[in-house]
C-alpha cells in the first residue's frame, strides 16, 4: 500500500504469489484484492492493457472460489472489471474470445458486487472511430458481446444511476446502427442481443418499435437473408417478436433457397402453434424438402415432422413416414439420422398399430448398427428397455431369434443381440458385487497404465508378471482408497495383478503432437487442446453459466510455458474442483511470425502449413486407429493377486469387445443360449426358422446356429440337407461336418429302437451323401473315396468324383451327361439324393469348362423359361446364381438379363447386391454406367472383407474360392 514502493517490487509480489501456491493466500484475499487490482489499474504493467500478466492475476482469482469482493472492494472490482472490458478488443479472434470469456466469468462471479458497473465503457467501444474499418468492427462486435453478458447476468440495459456521459436515447439510437450495419457479424450478434434486451426489460417499447420498422423495411427491400438472420437473432430470446411477421415468412416460404429456407424453416419450427392447420399447411412442402439435398433443410423438416407428431393422427402419419423411411436410414448426415431414429422411437412407443409392424420394427433395429456410436448406444438402450424387451432371459432369447432377426440384418445380428443379453447381468444385485474379498493384510497399489493413443504401445500389452519392463515405464499413484492401500512406500511385489475398479469406462485420453500456428497467430500445444474454446462468431457468448450448473463451480485453464520453444505456448490445464466454469482459457500467445509479410507471400505460406497440417493428421489418424486403448478398469498390484474383481469389469469389456470381433461375439452368444435354453426345446426351433431364412449365409451367424445346435443336447435332429446347404454357402465345412457326424452317432443309437429303422436308415444315408459334399468342398480326398465306398451304389459317381478330383472335368461332364440321360430313360435305379448330386455335378462342371451356353439352357430348362421361378425357394440355390452368370458371360443373351434386371423389385435387388455384386459390377460397366459399377464394385469388396474376417480359422478353402 505503500506509494513509494517501486513498482517492480510490487509486479515481483505479485508473481510470487502467483507462482508459488495461490490457494495459500485464498484465506487473506481480503487484504490482498485491493492491493493487486490498484497495481494493475495504474496500467503501468506492461504496453498492452490485457497482457499476460494482468491474465495470470484473472485466472488466479477464478481459481479462489470462495472469494468475492466485499462491500468496500466493490469500487476496486468495478474498477478492474471496466479496466479489463476497455482493454479487451484485440485484432487476434482467438486472443479477443479468450479476453472476453475472462470478462465473463468475473461478471458471473463478482456480479454481487459490480452493481455500479458503468456501460460507459461499452458505449465508448461503439463509437470508437478508426481510419481503419476493421478496427472499429472489432470494437463494435467486442461491445456487443459485453453488453450481452452484462444482460445475460440481469444487469439492466441502462442504468440512470451509474451510467453517466450518454443519455439512454444515445445508447439506444447506437445499438440500433449497428443493427443496420452491413457487416453480417455485426448486425447477427446485435439482433441476439436486442432480442435478450428485450426478454430482459419490459421498458423498451421504443426499441421494438423501431427494430419491427427496420424490419419491414427488410421485407420490402427483399432483402430476404438479412431479415431472417435478425429476426433468427431477436427471438432467439424474444420468441413473440416474431408474430407480426411470420405470415410473411411462411406464404413467401416456396420462394426461398439455401440458407433462407433453411432459416425460415427453423422459425416456423418454433411458432408451429401460429399456423391453424400445420399439416395441411406444411405437407406438400415438407414432403419435398424431406428429398431435398440440402442436408439442412432435410434436418429442419425432420424436426418440424418430429415436432408435429402429438397433433397427427394414424392417417396423416403414414404421409410422411414412408418418404422419412426410404430417405434417412442411410443418410450421409448423421443429425439427420438421430431426428430420423427419434421420428420413429416416438411412433413406436405412441402408435400401438406401428409397434406391431415387422417392418417398422426392422428399421428400428438398424439403428444398434448404425455407424454413428451415440446413435447405436441410444438404439441400443431403446430396446434394452422393459417396455420393448422382456427382462427375463429365456424369453429375451426367444425374441431376439423370432422377432429381432431378419435377413438383410444378418450380418449384424450376433453383435446386437450378444449386446442385449448380456445388457441384463447390469440388472441384478450382483453385477457390481466384488466375487471375492481382499485378502486381509496385503497391501495393493494403483498401477497406472499410459492409454494415449501417442503412448508407444509396448508398455500397454506388457504382461502384468513382467516387472523389469513395467518399472521402466509404468508410475505408480500413492493415493488410494482406505480400505484398499495404506501409506507406505511403493511396493514391487513378486506378481503385479488386477485393482478393483469403478465400472464407468475410461476413454484414451487425446492429445495432440507437437505445436503449431493457428491463423491468427495464436500457439496451440496440442492438436485438440483448444476445440472448446468459445470464438466469437455470429452468436454472442452470453450464456450465463450460473443458470445452468448452479453454484457450484470449477474450470480448467491452461498453464505453464514451453522452455523448449521459442515461442510461448500453453501446455497444461489448471484443473477446478467443480464443473461449474467447464471452459479453456489460453494463458500465452505468440506472435505470427508472418506479421510483416506482404499478402501474397503470407497466402502461399499459410497453404504450406494447412497441406503440412492435413498430412500430419492424416499419419496420426493411422497411428491411433492402431495404438489407441480404451480402459474399461484400473489395476492394483501386491505380493498377492487382487481377487476383488466385480462382474461388472469382467461383462463390460467383454461387451465392447464383441461389438467389434465377430468371433468372440459369436463365442459369447453360443454360450449364453446354450446356457440360457437348456430347459427349452423351442429354441430349436427358432435356430431352424433362422437357418432356412438366411439368404446372405452370414459366416459368423451360421457358426453360431451350428455351434448352438452342436454343444445343446436338448436340440433334436436338424434337417440334414439344411445343415449341409448352409455350411457350404458360408464356408463353415468343419462345423458342418461336426454336426452331421454327431447326428451319425444319435441315429445308430436310435437304429436300435424298435420300429424306426427304417426312418433312421434313410436319414443316416442321407447325412452320408451331404458329408461327401462338405468333404468334397474341403478337398479331403482319401476321406471322401472312403465315403463313396460305402455311400454310392453307382459306379458311375465313384467315376465321376475321381475324374473331377484329378481335374478332368470333361471326362467328369461326360460321365455326369450319360448318367443323366440313362436316369431319364429308366435304366438305372438311384435315389434322389444321388441323382441331385448328378445334377449338381453337372452344372458344377459347365462352370469350370465355361460353357455358359449350356449352362444358360439347363437352367431355363429348370423353370421352363419362367424367370420369375428364379427367386422361388425351390430354384434359388443354385438357379439364381448360375442364371446371372451364364448370361453375363453370353453378350447375345443380354436383353432378357436385363429383362429380368429391370423387373425386379426393390427388396429383390437388394439381395442380389449382396449375393452377386461382382457379376452387377460386370454388367454395369459394359452398359457405360461408371457410377453404379463402382458402387457394385464397393459392395464386392465389402462383401470380401466381410466374409474373409469372419470365416472360421480352419475354413483354408473356403478363404481361396
Known sequence: KNPSTHLNVKLFIIKLILNVKPEIFEPY??????????????????????????????????????????????????????????????PSTFILSSNIQIVKLLIERWKSALSSLSRKVIYDLWIYSSNKPKTAKIFSKTGIQLLGTLLSNDFPF??????????????????????????????????????????KNDDLEEVESSVKEFVNQLFSKEDHLRVLLTLKGICKYSPQFLTPFFTKIFFQLKRFVGEVQVIALEL?????????????????????????????????????VLKLLPTLEAKQVSVFISNIISTFPNHPNSKCREIYYNVLIWLYDN?????????????????????????????????????????????????????????????????????????????????????????????????????????????????????????????????????????????TGIRQTPHNFPSTQIGATQGGVGAKYNDTGALFGTLTQYNNTPFISNSVVIKSHATQSGDNAGFKVPGAMDARSNVTASKTQVSMTQDYYNVRIQKRFAKSPEKDLSGEFLGRQRALRMRKEKELLKRQRTIRRSHQVQLFRQYRQGELPDVRIKPSEIIQPLQALAQRDFALAKILFTHCTVAIGKDDKQISQFLVKQLKKST????????????????DPKIGLVESQLIADVSLASGNYHMG???????????????????????????????????????????????????????????????????????????????????????????????????????????????????????????????????????????????????????????????????FLNDLETEQRDELTKLLPEDLAYIS?????????????????????????TLPDLASNARHQ
Not at 271 to 277: H, S, V
Not at 452 to 469: D, V
Open 351 to 491: 402408435h400401438e398399430s406401428i409397434r406391431e409392424s415387422s417392418e417398422f420394427r426392422h428399421h428400428l433395429l438398424r439403428g444398434i448398427t448404425d455407424r454413428s456410436p451415440e446413435i447405436s448406444q441410444k438404439l441400443r438402450d431403446f430396446w434394452n428397455s422393459p417396455d420393448h424387451l422382456p427382462e427375463d432371459s429365456l424369453v429375451r432369447t426367444k425374441a431376439l431369434m423370432r422377432a429381432l432377426y431378419y435377413p438383410d440384418l444378418e450380418e449384424h445380428w450376433l453383435k446386437y443381440s450378444t449386446q442385449l443379453l448380456l445388457d441384463l447381468a447390469t440388472k441384478t444385485s450382483d453385477y457390481n458385487r466384488p466375487l471375492f474379498e481382499s485378502l486381509e493384510n496385503c497391501v495393493y497399489q494403483e498401477y497406472q497404465i499410459d492409454s494415449e493413443w501417442h503412448a508407444k504401445p509396448a508398455p500397454i500389452m506388457t504382461p502384468l508378471f513382467s516387472t523389469q519392463s513395467s518399472q521402466s515405464s509404468l508410475e505408480f499413484s500413492h493415493d488410494s482408497d482406505d480400505d484398499m492401500s495404506s501409506d507406505t512406500e511403493p511396493f
Open 737 to 899: 461336418i461336426m454336426l452331421l457326424e454327431k447326428m451319425l452317432l444319435r441315429l445308430n443309437e436310435l437304429k436300435k429302437s424298435k420300429g424306426k429303422e427304417m426312418q433312421a436308415e434313410q436319414e443316416i444315408y442321407m447325412i452320408w451323401n451331404h458329408l461327401t459334399r462338405l468333404y468334397k468342398a474341403l478337398g479331403e480326398e482319401d476321406i471322401l473315396f472312403g465315403l463313396y465306398e460305402n455311400v454310392s451304389k453307382q459306379q458311375l459317381t465313384k467315376d465321376a468324383l475321381a475324374a473331377e478330383l484329378e481335374g478332368n472335368y470333361s471326362l467328369a461332364l461326360k460321365i455326369y451327361e450319360g448318367a443323366t440321360e440313362k436316369l431319364d430313360n429308366k435304366l438305372v435305379d438311384v435315389s434322389e439324393q444321388e441323382a441331385d448330386f448328378w445334377e449338381t455335378g453337372r452344372l458344377e462342371c459347365f462352370v469350370k469348362l465355361t460353357r455358359w451356353d449350356m449352362l444358360a439352357k439347363t437352367t431355363l430348362n429348370e423353370v421352363d423359361g419362367n424367370l420369375d421361378l428364379l427367386w422361388d425357394d425351390k430354384f434359388r440355390d443354385p438357379y439364381l446364381k448360375y442364371f446371372i452368370r451364364s448370361h453375363v458371360n453370353l453378350k447375345p443373351e443380354w436383353p432378357i438379363l436385363e429383362g
Open 29 to 90: 484475499l481480503s487484504a490482498w484484492f485491493p492491493v493487486i487490482v490498484s497495481t494493475l489499474c495504474e496500467n503501468k504493467t506492461g504496453k498492452c492493457g490485457f497482457n499476460y500478466f494482468v491474465r495470470d492475476v484473472c485466472i488466479a482469482f477464478l481459481k479462489w472460489e470462495s472469494y468475492a469482493p466485499k462491500r468496500e472492494d466493490t469500487p476496486r472490482a468495478t474498477e478492474f472489471l471496466s479496466y479489463l472490458m476497455r482493454h479487451t478488443p484485440h
Open 158 to 199: 441502462y442504468d440512470p444511476h451509474v451510467d453517466h456521459g450518454f443519455s439512454r436515447n444515445q445508447f439506444v439510437d447506437k445499438l440500433l446502427s449497428l443493427l443496420k450495419e452491413k457487416s453480417k457479424d455485426v448486425y447477427e450478434s446485435s439482433a441476439e442481443v436486442v432480442g435478450l434486451a428485450l426478454s
Open 268 to 304: 416456423i419450427k418454433e411458432r408451429l402453434d401460429d399456423i391453424e392447420d400445420p399439416f395441411l399447411s406444411l405437407q406438400p412442402l415438407l414432403n419435398d424438402l424431406l428429398h431435398h439435398r440440402d442436408h439442412e433443410a432435410q434436418r429442419v423438416s425432420l424436426e418440424i
Open 696 to 711: 446372405t449365409r452370414d459366416p459368423a451367424f451360421i457358426n453360431s446356429l451350428l455351434r448352438i445346435c452342436f454343444d
Open 925 to 949: 460397366t459394359f452398359r457405360d454406367e461408371p457410377g453404379l459399377a463402382r458402387f457394385y464394385i464397393m459392395k464386392c469388396y465389402e462383401k470380401f472383407l466381410s466374409s474373409w474376417a
